[in-house]
């Protein structure tokens, strides 16, 4: 099997999770239409191409992620849609964009969770937030289990609905084994994470089992709507 069908696998063994994805493309497609430059962090898999081609959306986007081999899979996601918009592809982190170019839209979906130092994941959030202009958006979907008594609920509803799909057992273990790892992750941990970034929460997208996406924007901006 191959990486993607492993990935698209993955996605389909948790309870309402593509159900979030299109949520997610939803609101992104919203803002792609009022405006036109967007950066996807850890895009590389091209699922964001694949929602705004379904849309008929073609912002300008830029889709930086470390991964030689995700970057393909972006490009050939790219290719089979038909995607019309402009795409740059970023092989490295967003320190590698200079500073001073602003977008009007960011997305990290499904990328914090996977960094395993907390101080790593603030400066990513801290730099995104540097590369939005005043009045940028920022989707952010993450992994949230909730508190720590719903965790083992939680684990026992996935597997089962993942047996029941056909689901390769290992892909089962890694989920599990990602969120037994990540039982400290909380919708307030993002807030507080997303706060030492300057960075204010203004709606939620939705939630699927144990993820959750929230749009957010830069504090100062909230503040002086408000």
């Not at 698209?8 to 299109?22: C, D, I, K, M």
């Not at 684990?155 to 969120?179: C, D, F, N, P, S």
């Not at 909380?186 to 997208?205: D, H, N, P, T, Y």
Request: glycine share 8%.
């Amino acid at each position: 099997m191959s990486r993607l069908a492993d990935y698209r696998a993955l996605q389909a063994s948790v309870p309402g999770l593509e159900n979030l994805y299109q949520t997610i493309g939803d609101a992104l497609a919203a803002l792609c239409q009022s405006h036109g430059k967007v950066l996807i962090i850890g895009g590389g898999g091209g699922r964001e191409i694949e929602l705004l081609s379904e849309r008929n959306i073609f912002a300008d986007l830029t889709i930086v992620d470390p991964s030689t081999d995700n970057l393909r899979q972006a490009r050939a996601m790219a290719k089979r849609t038909g995607y019309r918009g402009t795409i740059e592809f970023v092989e490295g982190t967003v320190e590698s964009l200079p500073t001073d170019r602003k977008f009007h839209t960011a997305a990290i979906v499904f990328v914090l969770h996977t960094i395993d130092d907390a101080d790593i994941e603030r400066r990513l959030l801290q730099r995104v937030q540097a590369r939005l202009n005043q009045t940028g958006q920022l989707i952010v979907a993450d992994m949230c289990i909730g508190d720590d008594s719903s965790v083992d609920g939680l684990v026992k509803t996935y597997t089962h609905h993942a047996q029941a799909l056909g689901a390769r057992e290992a892909l089962i273990h890694l989920e599990t084994q990602a969120v037994l790892a990540r039982r400290d992750r909380s919708r307030a941990s993002l807030i507080e994470k997303l706060a030492s970034a300057e960075l204010s929460v203004i709606g939620q997208i939705g939630e699927a089992h144990w993820y959750i996406a929230v749009t957010a924007a830069r504090t100062q901006q909230v503040t002086s709507a408000n």
